[in-house]
Antibody, heavy 120, light 109 residues
Framework: EVQLVESGGGLVQPGGSLRLSCAAS????????MHWVRQGAGKGLEWVSA???????YYLASVEGRFTISRDDARNSLDLQMDTLYAGDAAVYYC??????????????WGQGTLVTVSS | QTVVTQEPSLTVSPGGTVTLTCASS?????????PNWFQQKPGQAPRALIY???NKHPWTPARFAGSLLGGKAALTLSGVQPEDEAEYYC?????????FGGGTKLTVL
């Protein structure tokens, strides 16, 4: 059974940092692209970042330079290092499994999310 | 920056048919945008329904169908059930980024 479990959310002050993690199980993690998606309170979904199987990374323009996505295929883990956080970054952050090959664009499995609150 | 537009809300009667659409500010949506569709109910994580325009996941009910329609991605629900009441989001791939639409709140009434 595919499982994605996020952790690391919490309360952080504006300008602060937080590191989110996503523990994956039930599939061959190294073979899949992975994504982070967020959802502010009462708002829609917003794609944040992706990492390919080769370590190539992609970001939403508003987080580029502040967020860093990484993966550890040995630990079946996906991370999102978030620096210089703004109030607008407050959201539930989901990790999602992507595709397994070029052109295979899918987000088939999602975690339950971890809440990030940015407030002084 | 690409903007993806969906109908904010739609209402359908039980047993009826409804089509949700997904438009891109960059022009006509093609298969190269790899449209995905997701369903989200309050307090739950999104659930994937459709990928790459029209492909269903193993758990996707047969009444859901994805297509391209008039330059947009489309999700058609046929024989709508009360449990289909939810928020629906499309997602488009564009220049290595992915962009979600604003969502369509579907009411079954």
């Amino acid at each position: 059974e595919v499982q994605l479990v996020e952790s690391g959310g919490g309360l952080v002050q504006p300008g602060g940092s937080l590191r989110l993690s996503c523990a994956a199980s039930g599939f061959t993690f190294r073979k899949y692209d992975m994504h982070w998606v967020r959802q502010g309170a009462g708002k829609g979904l917003e794609w944040v970042s992706a990492i390919g199987t080769g370590g190539d990374t992609y970001y939403l323009a508003s987080v580029e330079g502040r967020f860093t996505i990484s993966r550890d295929d040995a630990r079946n883990s996906l991370d999102l290092q978030m620096d210089t956080l703004y109030a607008g970054d407050a959201a539930v952050y989901y990790c999602a499994r992507g595709g397994a090959s070029w052109g295979d664009e899918r987000f088939d499995y999602w975690g339950q999310g971890t809440l990030v609150t940015v407030s002084s | 920056q690409t903007v993806v537009t969906q109908e904010p809300s739609l209402t359908v009667s039980p047993g009826g048919t409804v089509t949700l659409t997904c438009a891109s500010s960059t022009g006509a949506v093609t298969s190269g945008y790899y449209p995905n569709w997701f369903q989200q109910k309050p307090g739950q994580a999104p659930r994937a329904l459709i990928y790459s325009t029209s492909n269903k996941h193993p758990w996707t009910p047969a009444r859901f169908a994805g297509s391209l329609l008039g330059g947009k991605a489309a999700l058609t629900l046929s024989g709508v059930q009360p449990e289909d009441e939810a928020e629906y989001y499309c997602l488009l791939y564009h220049d290595n980024a992915r962009v979600f639409g604003g969502g369509t709140k579907l009411t079954v009434l």
